[in-house]
């Protein structure tokens, strides 16, 4: 019998720890009214392999489309010597972002913002950074083609852009990191 009670202790705390790690889960991975994607902080080596895949320079300004906690562009200003901004739908992960990027001593070069990454203005944007989902993606990607200058880079860790063919891809862990530079204008025909 007493066995059993230490069994039933044991599977009683095991249930325990599954109910704090599930709300622990829920609290990382949580999502507000009109957000397309929950909120998953994208791995640390992953963001330097998509600003080194993006050449980002201290010339760059790194645009993040759902910052989260602002590791990309913070780490953009950090690392790489470019300015960042993120845009963020969630206020609470907005001012998050703010507060790391001032303990990482670069609030002079990073901004975030909140606001729908769909409505953002993007034209001062050299580089754009997604961790998003394929649905995301493919309704961003008319507005990144017609916003973004010619030669911005757009960089995807795991989803690409459909019919939009990257101009590189490097594999990161078990997913992908797709390159996207954005086209001269195409020239005009005489008339």
């Given amino acids: 019998m007493a066995g059993l009670r230490q069994r039933l202790r044991r599977l009683r705390a095991g249930a325990a720890l599954v109910l704090v790690l599930s709300w622990v889960t829920a609290a990382a991975c949580r999502t507000v009214p009109g957000q397309d994607v929950r909120y998953e902080p994208t791995p640390l080596p992953v963001v330097r392999a998509m600003l080194e895949l993006a050449k980002v320079g201290p010339q760059d300004v790194v645009y ?14 950090k690392e790489f010597g470019a ?8 206020p609470s992960l907005a001012a998050r972002a703010q507060a790391n990027a001032a ?6 070069r990073v901004e975030f913002r909140v606001g729908d990454m769909y409505a953002a203005d993007l034209r001062d944007a050299t580089v754009v950074t997604l961790f998003l989902h394929p649905r995301p993606n493919l309704k961003l990607q008319p507005k ?10 757009v960089v995807s860790y795991m989803w690409d852009m459909g019919d939009w063919p990257p101009d590189d891809v490097r594999r990161v862990n078990r997913h992908h990191v797709y390159l996207w530079r954005i086209p001269p204008p195409a020239p005009r025909q005489r008339q």
């Fill in 144 to 153: 990144l083609r017609s916003e973004l200058p010619p030669g911005a880079r």
């Fill in 64 to 77: 993040d489309l759902g910052s989260g906690d602002g590791r990309i562009p913070i780490t953009a200003a």
């Fill in 83 to 90: 300015r960042g901004v993120g845009i963020e739908i969630d």
């Fill in 103 to 108: 303990a990482a001593g670069v609030a002079g």
